[in-house]
């Protein structure tokens, strides 16, 4: 199979759509909306909105949606980025299936994640901030390829999204496009069905918003929790394509 497939793995609230729309604004790639978040809620049952929809619209089947991501690439094209959130890697799922792709990485201070997700969802464990899964497969990429993959940082991104893109196109062996720093705003026909309850910020950009420090306080019962995160977090984010 010709082409280059690119796993994006990502946590909640942390800049991945974003991503996306700047992939997608290139005239060689294809992008995939979070292909295993049906299978996700059909199995642990989650009351996200729109939950029936999004199941109906996507396969719930885990090797099913495996195969798809690994096998041809959509229209043609020599990229296909896959927005791929870690969270949805459940306990017992097969994940022999990265093998096929080029997995990259983008975290977000937890801090920052725990006071967004919790604007929406309660946050009941770390599980469902993904630190954990993105740690995990950390680990199974390094020891598959003997080699640290691309992990990016979102502050890093809004500080200078030119030279952190550039960066990251250089590590994964593609051209950098100044087209990845600007879109059009509006919906995409790519959009999972899931947009129309998280995308209304993304659908209003033209481009990565400029980066404003936030002074976040989480409540006292969250820090255990934080705790947990930030360990997985900081294992990553020292081995980041650092912004120098």
């Not at 790639?29 to 809620?41: C, G, K, Q, S």
Request: aromatic share 10%.
């Amino acid at each position: 199979m010709n082409g280059i497939r690119i796993a994006m793995w990502s946590g909640p609230r942390n800049l991945s759509t974003a991503m996306m729309r700047s992939f997608e604004n290139r005239h060689d790639t294809v992008v995939a909306d979070e292909p295993f978040y049906a299978h996700y809620l059909y199995k642990t049952e989650i009351d996200h909105p729109g939950k029936e929809e999004i199941i109906a619209s996507q396969s719930t089947d885990w090797a099913e949606v495996a195969d798809m991501c690994t096998g041809e690439i959509p229209d043609s094209k020599p990229i296909w980025y896959q927005k791929q959130m870690a969270q949805h890697n459940l306990e017992g799922c097969d994940l022999s299936w990265i093998k096929g792709v080029t997995n990259c990485f983008l975290i977000r201070d937890p801090k920052q994640v725990i006071a967004s997700y919790g604007k929406r969802f309660p946050v009941e464990n770390e599980r469902l901030l993904g630190f954990e899964q993105q740690s995990e497969l950390l680990k199974r990429v390094e020891d598959a390829t003997g080699e640290t993959p691309p992990i990016l940082d979102a502050k890093d991104i809004l500080i200078n999204p030119g030279m952190m893109l550039k960066k990251l196109c250089n590590r994964i062996g593609i051209e950098f496009s100044e087209r990845m720093l600007n879109w059009p705003a509006g919906k995409r026909d790519s959009d999972g069905m899931w947009a129309p309850y998280w995308y209304n910020r993304v659908e209003e950009s033209t481009g990565f918003n400029p980066y404003l420090e936030k002074e976040v306080y989480l409540d006292d019962e969250l820090i255990p929790m934080y705790t947990r995160c930030v360990e997985h977090y900081n294992l990553l984010f020292k081995k980041r394509i650092n912004n120098e």
